[in-house]
């Protein structure tokens, strides 16, 4: 059973072990979930995941597989295995490759992770899109792939905040929405490009917020999580 119903997902993108448990001992399990990435998978694997279990944490495990659909779904399978509460894959591996995903966690009934696609990716523009042949904007190939990702049965997929509104009414309420780019007012965009607040991704229909720096680099980050949630029951 998930530990938190927060849609705060924290970003834990440390390359420091002690920095990140450290930062992982400030703050509540019943605040936020934690997402662990490529660079602290690859520094720590398993370990890292357990022992964030082992403090109360949820984990998302964002590692994006886009592969053959034998090998990914034996990768969302391992994910599985590791007790995640969430994983996911590229929407851009096709169809069959995400079948094969959803129907890997089959046997895991109740316990299966929520599994989810990555349509474009927020740093992609119209350029890159064009260097890999595709002529399509970013936002209409991040619904074109949303949209297969619903017909493969997923449960929804990491998009800009920007498309929430509209992948709501057309792709449908239930589908999940996990977006980064959320800053809460007042703090640093830095590289992130096209930024909601995280009242204005609520709004905006928006199921997981992914947040990292304005809270990994807070002076009290249980203080600004805190003050993100309240913001959140006031929209
Ligand atoms: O999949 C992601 O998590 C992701 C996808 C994307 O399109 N853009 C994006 O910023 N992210 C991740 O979201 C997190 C955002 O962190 P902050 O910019 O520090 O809030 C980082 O871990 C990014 O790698």
Request: proline share 6%; charged share 20%.
């Amino acid at each position: 059973m998930p530990v938190t119903t927060s849609p705060i997902l924290v970003a834990l993108d440390y390359h420091d072990l002690n920095s990140a448990l450290q930062f992982v001992d400030r703050i509540d399990p019943s605040q936020c979930r934690l997402k662990v990435g490529k660079e602290m998978f690859t520094l720590f694997g398993p370990s890292l995941v357990k022992t964030l279990q082992g403090r109360g944490f949820d984990v998302f495990l964002d590692l994006k597989f886009h592969d053959i659909p034998n090998t990914t779904a034996h990768a969302v399978a391992a994910a599985a295995d590791l007790g995640v509460w969430m994983v996911n894959v590229h929407a851009s591996g096709g169809a069959r490759m995400m079948n094969a995903a959803r129907e890997a966690l089959v046997p895991f009934g109740n316990d299966a992770p929520l599994l989810i696609a990555v349509t474009v990716l927020t740093s992609m523009d119209e350029d890159d899109l064009k260097g890999l042949g595709i002529t399509l904007s970013p936002a209409e190939q991040a619904e074109r792939l949303a949209r297969l990702t619903r017909d493969c049965g997923l449960h929804g997929v990491v998009c800009s905040a920007q498309e929430a509104v509209h992948f709501k009414q057309v792709i449908g309420q239930d589908f999940a929405l996990v977006t980064p780019g959320i800053r809460p007012a007042g703090s640093d965009a830095g590289d992130q490009r096209r930024i909601m607040t995280p009242q204005q991704a609520k709004l905006a229909g928006v199921d997981y917020m992914v947040i990292g720096r304005p809270i990994t680099q807070s002076a009290d980050p249980a203080a600004t999580l805190q003050q993100i949630l309240q913001s959140l029951q006031e929209a």
